[in-house]
């Protein structure tokens, strides 16, 4: 373990572990990655969708044939447990608020996706995280 986080509490260890992973993962699958950013230069997201997956599927020991994100989400359920966002606060009012604010200030992540996301998306994803 490198020396700059074995004095880490294990929940911040883990939350920082995980989203480590999830920028490797976004900066090897955006479609402005660069061969600085992923392994394999490759323009098609859908071959690189398909050896992220297959990486990650050995990891965990899962075979393609199975729910792959089922249990990734399991595998990362035991890590850090999900919570709904009224959890955290949320008010079911305060969807439409999270969607535009998210369409307003997040382009800078959209711009990495390879496939538009419309408001309705988005507002199907607050509500069903809610």
């Known amino acids: 373990m490198p020396e700059t986080v074995k004095g880490l509490p294990h929940k911040f260890f883990v939350t920082s572990s995980v989203d480590a992973l999830i920028h490797a993962i976004e900066s090897y699958l955006s479609p402005k990655a660069s061969p600085f950013t992923e392994m394999y230069p490759r323009k098609n997201p859908n071959g690189k969708i ?60 959209f711009a990495n996706n390879y496939v538009e996301i419309s408001r309705e998306e988005i507002r199907e994803i607050f509500a069903n995280l809610y």
Do not use: P
């Open 50 to 109: 398909t050896k992220c997956t297959k990486i990650l599927a050995d990891t965990l020991e899962c075979d393609l044939n199975c729910d792959f994100y089922g249990e990734l989400e399991k595998f990362l359920n035991k890590l850090i447990a999900k919570k709904a966002l009224r959890e955290y606060g949320m008010l079911e009012s305060q969807i439409d608020e999270f969607t535009d604010s998210t369409i307003t200030n997040q382009q800078r992540l």
